[in-house]
């Protein structure tokens, strides 16, 4: 039985992971659209940022302009899967059933997410930094975050803990 | 598998219906059925004690040992 209505927690966590999720399609969809847009617009664009940005009026940088989008969409979906695992982690806790293998799966997914964001976020710094540069001198920090390094490392031991949780779950289920 | 549980027979002997046995031990319906078909995968000291004070019995005679190959179709 589901226990979102009892536990305003549970709820609230649903609630923001389904607006993300909205958001994160969203916006991948609009760096997916902006592509073909971008590079077929050539011109137009080029001669608009020539007005503001006269060094960074040129082929290369709309090139960027749209490998910073495949970046950012490739980025924005891989949040978007990490958000539907937790999402699916909520819902099995609000159904009254979170010790299942499926939640030690999904963690483990998750761990592995977390890495992958680190590295897909390398190229949209990459890009992000030179598109930026052409058009204001900028600083951009492309370091792994330890962060990330240590949320994946939390989700892997977590990911274990469910494993056995649900193997004693198991265990336990055929015992009278 | 091997260990088969005699309940079957202890309560056909006394007289005594899975219900209220169920009710005796405090234990649900279910869980005794499952208990007597053998589906069950371990069995707590505590139920296995109420069982022989109900039944006045002793464990061996719950629940018995079967080799593999000595099991008959």
């Not at chain 1, 490998?67 to 924005?76: I, K, N």
């Not at chain 1, 598109?131 to 274990?160: C, H, M, Q, W, Y």
């Not at chain 2, 208990?35 to 995968?41: C, Q, R």
Request: with cysteine.
């Amino acid at each position: 039985m589901s226990s979102f209505r009892s536990d305003p927690l549970l709820g609230l966590a649903r609630a923001l992971l389904v607006f993300f999720m909205a958001v994160f399609i969203v916006a991948a969809a609009a760096c997916v659209i902006a592509v073909p847009v971008i590079l077929f617009m050539q011109g137009d664009i080029i001669a608009e940022i020539a007005k503001e940005a006269p060094k960074a009026a040129n082929a290369q940088f709309v090139w960027a302009l749209a490998g910073l989008m495949v970046a950012v969409a490739a980025l924005v979906a891989a949040m978007w899967f990490f958000t539907l695992k937790l999402k699916q982690i909520v819902d099995s806790v609000a159904a009254g059933d979170p010790f299942i293998p499926e939640n030690a799966e999904r963690l483990k997914v998750m761990a592995w997410m977390s890495i992958a964001l680190q590295f897909i976020a390398v190229p949209v710094g990459l890009f992000g930094a030179w598109v930026g540069d052409k058009v204001e001198p900028t600083d951009v920090d492309l370091s792994i975050s330890g962060n990330g390094l240590l949320l994946a490392l939390v989700l892997f031991i977590l990911a274990r803990v469910f494993r056995t949780g649900a193997q004693m779950r198991e265990d336990l289920e055929g015992t009278v | 598998m091997p260990i088969n549980v005699k309940l079957d027979d202890l309560l056909h002997a006394r007289r005594m219906t899975l219900t209220e046995l169920a009710d005796r031990i405090d234990l649900t319906l279910a869980n005794v059925s499952i208990l007597k078909t053998g589906k069950a995968k371990a069995i707590r000291f505590s139920t296995l004690e109420a069982i022989c004070r109900e039944l006045d019995c002793q464990p061996g005679d719950v629940l018995g040992y079967e080799r593999d190959g000595a099991e008959s179709a």
